[in-house]
């Protein structure tokens, strides 16, 4: 597995398992969110562009269907800004990706 792919795959399940905890109140992931964690993962690993993987909300190539992109936005946007406070590192690198594929694009 690359090591973008790993990291990001790592970075997801904590974003969906944050996300259960703080919205479905349980002690253990619920199956909707286990489901979705499986089906990203499947997706970051299936990435036609491993060596240069852009991040996926400025890739040309949306994977997800319509139902569990829906479901990842809502994780994003919720758990996006507490990501600066339970994991800055993670952060600090998403936004470094993010502005290096910026400038891939423009060459």
């Known amino acids: 597995?690359?090591?973008?792919?790993?990291?990001?795959?790592?970075?997801?399940?904590?974003?969906?398992?944050?996300?259960?905890?703080?919205?479905?109140k349980g002690s253990e992931v619920c199956p909707d969110c286990k489901e979705l964690i499986e089906y990203a993962?499947?997706?970051?690993?299936?990435?036609?562009?491993?060596?240069?993987?852009?991040?996926?909300?400025?890739?040309d190539i949306?994977?997800?269907?319509?139902?569990?992109?829906?479901?990842i936005k809502l994780v994003m946007r919720t758990m996006g800004p507490k990501m600066l406070y339970t994991n800055p590192l993670d952060t600090i690198w998403y936004y470094y990706y993010k502005i290096i594929h910026k400038r891939q694009k423009i060459k």
């Open 1 to 24: 597995m690359h090591p973008r792919v790993a990291k990001e795959k790592r970075i997801i399940e904590s974003m969906i398992t944050n996300f259960c905890f703080d919205m479905h």
């Open 41 to 59: 993962d499947k997706k970051l690993l299936k990435c036609p562009f491993i060596e240069n993987k852009p991040i996926c909300s400025k890739c």
């Open 62 to 71: 949306h994977c997800y269907n319509k139902n569990h992109k829906d479901q």
